[in-house]
């Protein structure tokens, strides 16, 4: 059904929006518990930070990232320097400016969970003995869960389509950084390119959709499991 | 085992709390008063739900919370169980995965309940393998219950744990929890708003209205003060008296008579068929705003009270100093 080479693009853009998720879930969660908390000072530099790739054109993202992650630049000559990774121009690249920019979309769903917890429920843990990281490990986290998975899951099909920052920051290399969107622009850009870029888009089209459906199914079946 | 709040006060909106007492918290200790009066926020302040603003909780000596000197224990180090009155269950949690959590938390060193005896004693055996979600509210009352006690805290307390059941199911919990009380030898602090019941199961009676903390000691005490009346409604106003002295009385604890549903006689009654007559010297008379007559008769069982109509007063020719028989049918206790 699929060429050896669409198999490839979809590959990449599989493995990027994957690893974006996986990176920066952990990260997401940390933002979108600290956001869910009673006000603390600086909690709107949080806020700001965390929607800051909502605003932002995605090429700017994408040139930050460069400029701070780039081969000269101050974290990525130190990575480069000390581990020997580099991060600009390479599929690990393309994963980081697609973790940036789901980022503010996997906060929004994961802090929407966890302030729609009962806190009557920490109260009844604290009373049982379980201290603030217990109760956030054994309470607030399994009962954000569809939240969490949520926020996975609309972060990794948005993550497949993700254009700009990853242009900008990973360039757009055959079998490396090359995604489906990526792959969609080079093929308009050489003539007679529509057929490729049409089943390269239903691919797309196909992958968001069962994203989402799969995001929608998961959630429903965590929610009952939780309903008290 | 003693319970100490000294110039203590809590403050959540508009609403403020003030405590000053020390009570005994051996066996069951009965935090009583109208709704709004501030009971559960006494106990969420205790068990360190709430932060103090001023003042200080000293629990057995140990200092809970001092706000003077900025110390304070967290929630979870305190030792304090509380069962709340909506049970407040963990809904991703079986009924034997919500037990377990207190089980696994439990210091190695305290005395250790055991999960399958209290869930028997509280017969939930069969619900164990259950999910939270489909429990009847008496069910989820007893599992909260069980998961408090496996916790082993050194001391319980409970804010209105039959709020879901009614009348006579309500009776048969509140003698279970005396009798756990002693079984664990755990002491229990207990909310409530009924006063049958705080005759019923108090050792020791703390009383709270508007705020503030009004009256606090032994049951037998508290209960005969004018503070105490004053948190009754009317129809409730009455005397406790040793459930021993009492025909038909069960257990031990008291047995709140309410002063309507005492006859009083001038002559010692005769083939009636009452089962309690007590003999005694009328020590007040007074009378209350509708005309109605409250008369006080101190007996050997203790304070009991009548409520009679002015005519009926007159009738007998009754005196404070007087002697008179004070009678209740069983049925009424």
């Known amino acids: 059904m699929l060429t050896a080479e669409e198999m490839q693009i979809l590959a990449t853009s599989l493995g990027v929006a994957g ?9 997401a969660i940390a933002f979108a518990w600290a956001l869910s908390r009673p006000k603390f000072p600086g909690k709107w530099i949080v806020d700001a930070v965390a929607h800051l790739p909502l605003v932002l054109p995605p090429v700017l993202v994408g040139y930050f990232l460069l400029l701070l992650f780039g081969v000269r630049g101050p974290v990525g000559s130190w990575l ?7 991060l600009a121009f390479t599929a690990e690249g393309a994963a980081l400016a697609t973790a940036v920019m789901a980022f503010p979309l996997m906060v929004r769903a994961i802090r929407l969970s966890f302030e729609a917890t009962d806190r009557g429920l920490f109260e009844a843990a604290a009373v049982l003995r379980a201290g603030p990281w217990d109760r956030f490990w054994s309470m607030a986290l399994p009962l ?15 993550g497949l389509g993700e254009f700009g920052a990853v242009i900008t920051f990973a360039s757009n290399v055959e079998g490396q950084t090359q995604t489906l969107p990526l792959a969609i622009y080079s093929a308009l850009q050489v003539p007679n390119g529509e057929e490729t870029a049409l089943r390269l888009a239903a691919i797309s ?18 929610r009952r499991r939780l309903e008290a | 085992m003693s319970l100490k709040l000294r110039e203590a006060v809590v403050r959540r909106g508009a609403f403020r709390l003030s405590a000053d007492f020390e009570t005994p918290t051996d066996g069951v200790t009965v935090v009583f008063g109208p709704s709004g009066a501030g009971k559960s926020m006494l106990l969420s302040s205790i068990a360190g ?49 919500n037990i377990e959590y207190a089980e696994r938390r439990r210091p190695a060193a305290r005395n250790a309940p055991i999960v399958v005896e209290i869930a028997r004693r509280l017969e939930i055996e069969e619900l164990l393998d259950r999910p939270v979600r489909n429990l009847s509210g008496g069910e989820r009352s007893r599992v909260a219950l069980a998961r408090a006690i496996v916790s082993a805290p050194e001391l319980l307390l409970l804010d209105e744990p039959f709020a879901a059941l009614d009348g006579r199911r309500r009776r ?3 003698t279970l929890l005396r009798e756990l009380s002693r079984e664990q030898s755990l002491p229990m602090m207990i909310v409530t708003h009924q006063v049958d019941e705080v005759a019923e199961v108090a050792d020791n009676v703390v009383a709270v209205t508007a705020g503030r903390v009004v009256g606090h000691g032994a049951a037998s005490d508290v209960m005969r003060r004018a503070e105490f009346a004053a948190l009754l409604d009317r129809r409730d106003l009455g005397a406790r008296v040793d459930a021993g002295a009492v025909a038909g009385g069960h257990g031990g604890g008291g047995v709140w008579i309410r002063a309507d549903s005492v006859l009083l006689a001038a002559e ?33 069982a203790g304070y009991i009270s009548a409520r009679i109509t002015p005519e009926a007063l007159a009738d007998l020719q009754l005196d404070e100093g007087a002697t008179a028989w004070a009678v209740v049918k069983s049925h009424a206790l």
């Open chain 2, 49 to 97: 739900l709430h932060r103090l603003e001023t003042g200080r909780v000293e629990f057995n000596g140990r200092v809970l919370e001092d706000a003077g000197a900025r110390s304070r224990i967290a929630a979870h180090a305190r030792g304090i169980g509380l069962v709340f009155q909506d049970a407040r269950l963990f809904p991703h949690r079986t009924v034997r995965g």
């Open chain 1, 19 to 27: 690893r974006a998720v996986l990176f920066s879930l952990p990260v």
């Open chain 1, 80 to 86: 480069r320097d000390a581990f020997g990774i580099q």
């Open chain 1, 205 to 222: 089209m196909t992958a968001a959709v069962t994203g989402l459906v799969l995001a929608e199914l998961l959630q429903h079946w965590a």
């Open chain 1, 144 to 158: 954000a869960w569809p939240g969490v998975l949520a926020g996975a899951v609309t972060a990794f099909a948005a």
């Open chain 2, 268 to 300: 010692e009654p005769r083939g009636i068929s009452a089962r309690n007559v007590w003999r005694g010297t009328i020590a007040s008379i007074v009378r209350e705003i509708d005309g109605a007559v409250l008369v006080s008769l101190a007996t050997e």
């Open chain 2, 172 to 174: 048969a919990f509140l």
